[in-house]
């Protein structure tokens, strides 16, 4: 409690304040001016002219003067949805994070917005050996790393000790791979990088030098990798996150805070202003970054705001340039003439689906697993609940990723029929020894915090009640605690025998689905398939496994996409590992003053999009 004299000073000095405040208008300023007068005296009969200056205060008004307006910032305002729980490239596994590391890290290639192909952008072209197993990158040697300072605003370009703008090089691009790869770095996303000659055992700790692994920089601006197997798709994989570089010594200075605003080091289109944790972030364009030119949208402000419809209702009062609709907004969006002309659905490359936790009871059987996948009717659930266009999915990759083999109808077909997929969930579930439900416990249906994850949650959770008898208790948990609760190390007891996720290709082959994320030894596996111990330290590789490493290898393409036909058939008939759910399609809605792209691949390209900003601000103000 305040003392009671500093309480009587305290309110003098607010009192004193509010009328300073009240007061605040022009007060006359008095104006001195000088004259000469001239005056006749006498003195001894004489006439003595005599000069005095005399000086008058004149009281003027002084007329207020107007301050230059100040030019705002072409502002792009996004909603990031959720904290991104990383920037460091090294370390994000989420689109969210990914988000973020596009616009201020730059990768070796790129993907065209509108054809999806690698393009350059740190590499200006590369090359490969005969076999494929070699990949020479040539970089370019005009991209600074440059920091910048919140406090005044400034973005400089890092030197060195002579002075020297420090370029990124391809020194920095082999640290960085080998750093992803490095145990001691933590990186969820390193198994990416096990098609590099040595990544795997590096990163498993079976080999210690990070020299055996099959990265080089053969000079400044030049790097080589050396792959264990052949991959024409490696291009794709030089665009990730994981491997761009990052600049060493911020990391070694600050540790894990090297992240922050005011200590974080970039190279890319925007740099990092501002990060209200858990609130927003505040990108800023980099005026040193060698395209900078091209670049129209000098700020992007980002909120983080997961309810979908306070997103939507800043939307609809020109807060937000684009959104995400709420799904129960959809059907309202169609009608409205305005709205619906700014509605935007086109096919995407991601698959929404449920993880079983393979190894935690009762979900360790895969009748029961093949039972709850077969009781989604699917169909009602994009017709009814999502209401975007969304295509039922009966395997993992969808149209437009290579060995895709989506919506086949002779792999499992009782997913997209859904009275065939209802009785045949009851006889699967009976079979398991849980007739109508009888004795099957209480599972746990876990989803990261979202109104539209819990819309999904609900209609399938009553499916599998109403279906099976079975009862189910829904959980949901932030973004970044949920990402670390369904990682393949948290105790088996505390794992939801349920959960969803999405993926969206990294790159256009189905090395990156069924193989980087399901494969037992050198995927994700977050659905513990296969698993020797309860946090799957270890795993016994099945047939599945076997297909996936093998189709990776081979150059033959029609092979390759049989065998991965074969991967996706097992993964949702015999082990119904995992229940594909459905294939995303892209829904935004977006202000008529915004010209954007749609990228599938990576982040979406901030620094390509323009805004009508006359229109944005005649609408806004």
């Known amino acids: 409690m305040l003392n009671k004299k500093w309480s009587i000073?305290?309110?003098?000095?607010?009192?004193?304040?509010?009328?300073?405040?009240?007061?605040?208008?022009?007060?006359?300023?008095?104006?001195?001016?000088?004259?000469?007068?001239?005056?006749?005296?006498?003195?001894?009969?004489?006439?003595?002219?005599?000069?005095?200056?005399?000086?008058?205060?004149?009281e003027v008004t002084a007329e207020p003067t107007e301050a230059p307006e100040e030019e705002q910032p072409i502002t792009l305002n996004w909603n990031l949805a959720t904290e991104p729980p990383q920037v460091d490239p090294a370390l994000s596994t989420d689109t969210t994070s990914v988000q973020v590391d596009e616009m201020l890290f730059l990768g070796l290639t790129d993907f065209d917005d509108e054809t999806g192909e690698v393009i350059p952008e740190l590499a200006t072209d590369w090359s490969s050996n005969e076999e494929g197993t070699v990949w020479t990158f040539n970089m370019r040697d005009d991209v600074p790393w440059v920091r910048h300072d919140p406090a005044t605003g400034e973005t400089e370009v890092i030197t060195d000790e002579d002075g020297n703008p420090v370029m990124v090089n391809a020194h920095q691009v082999e640290n960085a791979v080998k750093r992803t790869l490095n145990p001691e770095t933590g990186s969820d996303y390193a198994y990416v990088l096990y098609i590099i000659e040595g990544g795997r055992a590096f990163n498993t700790g079976e080999e210690t030098d990070p020299d055996t692994v099959g990265v080089e920089a053969i000079d400044d601006y030049t790097v080589e990798f050396t792959l264990r197997q052949p991959a024409g798709y490696f291009p794709g994989i030089a665009s990730m996150w994981v491997a761009r570089p990052v600049y060493q010594p911020v990391i070694d200075e600050w540790g894990a805070r090297w992240i922050e605003?005011?200590?974080?080091?970039?190279?890319?289109?925007?740099?990092?202003?501002?990060?209200?944790?858990?609130?927003?972030?505040?990108?800023?364009?980099?005026?040193?970054?060698?395209?900078?030119?091209?670049?129209?949208?000098?700020?992007?402000?980002?909120?983080?705001?997961?309810?979908?419809?306070?997103?939507?209702?800043?939307?609809?009062?020109?807060?937000?340039?684009?959104?995400?609709?709420?799904?129960?907004?959809?059907?309202?969006?169609?009608?409205?003439?305005?709205?619906?002309?700014?509605?935007?659905?086109?096919?995407?490359?991601?698959?929404?689906?449920?993880?079983?936790?393979?190894?935690?009871?009762?979900?360790?059987?895969?009748?029961?697993?093949?039972?709850?996948?077969?009781?989604?009717?699917?169909?009602?659930?994009?017709e009814n609940v999502t209401k975007g266009g969304q295509l039922p999915a009966n395997t993992f990759?969808?149209?437009?990723?290579?060995?895709?083999?989506?919506?086949?109808?002779?792999?499992?077909?009782?997913?997209?029929?859904?009275?065939?997929?209802?009785?045949?969930?009851?006889?699967?579930?009976?079979?398991?020894?849980?007739?109508?439900?009888?004795?099957?416990?209480?599972?746990?249906?876990?989803?990261?915090?979202?109104?539209?994850?819990?819309?999904?949650?609900?209609?399938?959770?009553?499916?599998?009640?109403?279906?099976?008898?079975v009862d189910i208790e829904i959980q949901n948990q932030e973004w970044g605690v949920y990402l670390d609760t369904i990682e393949k190390s948290t105790p088996l007891a505390e794992m939801p025998h349920v959960w969803r996720l999405g993926w969206c290709a990294d790159y256009a082959d189905q090395n990156n689905w069924v193989h980087e994320v399901f494969n037992c030894e050198e995927g994700a596996n977050r659905l513990r398939?296969?698993?020797?111990?309860?946090?799957?330290?270890?795993?016994?590789?099945?047939?599945?496994?076997?297909?996936?490493?093998?189709?990776?290898?081979?150059?033959?393409?029609?092979?390759?996409?049989?065998?991965?036909y074969q991967a996706e058939k097992i993964l949702s008939e015999e082990e119904a590992a995992y229940a594909p759910i459905y294939y995303y399609t892209i829904v935004r809605l977006n202000k008529p003053w915004l010209n954007r792209t749609y990228q599938a691949l990576g982040g979406e390209h901030w620094d390509k999009w323009t805004i009508d900003w006359e229109a944005k601000l005649e609408a806004t103000q």
Not at 410 to 436: K, R, T
């Open 9 to 58: 000073a305290l309110a003098v000095v607010v009192i004193g304040s509010v009328l300073l405040s009240a007061c605040a208008q022009p007060t006359p300023t008095p104006e001195v001016i000088e004259k000469e007068v001239t005056k006749i005296v006498e003195k001894e009969g004489e006439e003595v002219v005599v000069t005095e200056v005399v000086t008058e205060v004149v």
């Open 261 to 382: 605003p005011g200590f974080i080091v970039t190279n890319g289109p925007y740099v990092m202003d501002e990060w209200q944790h858990q609130d927003s972030m505040v990108l800023v364009k980099n005026p040193h970054y060698y395209d900078a030119d091209t670049v129209q949208i000098e700020r992007v402000e980002a909120v983080m705001i997961t309810e979908a419809s306070t997103a939507m209702a800043l939307y609809e009062n020109n807060e937000l340039d684009s959104v995400g609709p709420p799904l129960e907004e959809m059907d309202r969006i169609r009608e409205d003439p305005e709205l619906s002309e700014q509605l935007h659905i086109a096919p995407d490359l991601c698959t929404y689906y449920y993880g079983f936790t393979n190894n935690k009871p009762p979900f360790d059987d895969p009748l029961v697993r093949k039972a709850f996948s077969a009781a989604i009717d699917r169909q009602s659930l994009v």
């Open 529 to 564: 398939r296969n698993c020797v111990d309860e946090t799957c330290s270890a795993c016994e590789p099945s047939e599945f496994d076997q297909i996936t490493e093998e189709a990776g290898k081979l150059t033959d393409q029609s092979q390759r996409e049989e065998l991965y």
């Open 397 to 469: 990759a969808p149209e437009g990723i290579f060995g895709n083999a989506a919506q086949d109808p002779d792999i499992a077909p009782w997913l997209l029929n859904p009275e065939e997929g209802q009785e045949m969930a009851q006889e699967w579930l009976a079979e398991a020894g849980y007739p109508d439900g009888e004795g099957f416990p209480t599972i746990t249906l876990m989803h990261n915090t979202s109104e539209g994850h819990r819309a999904i949650a609900e209609a399938i959770g009553s499916m599998w009640s109403s279906t099976l008898g």
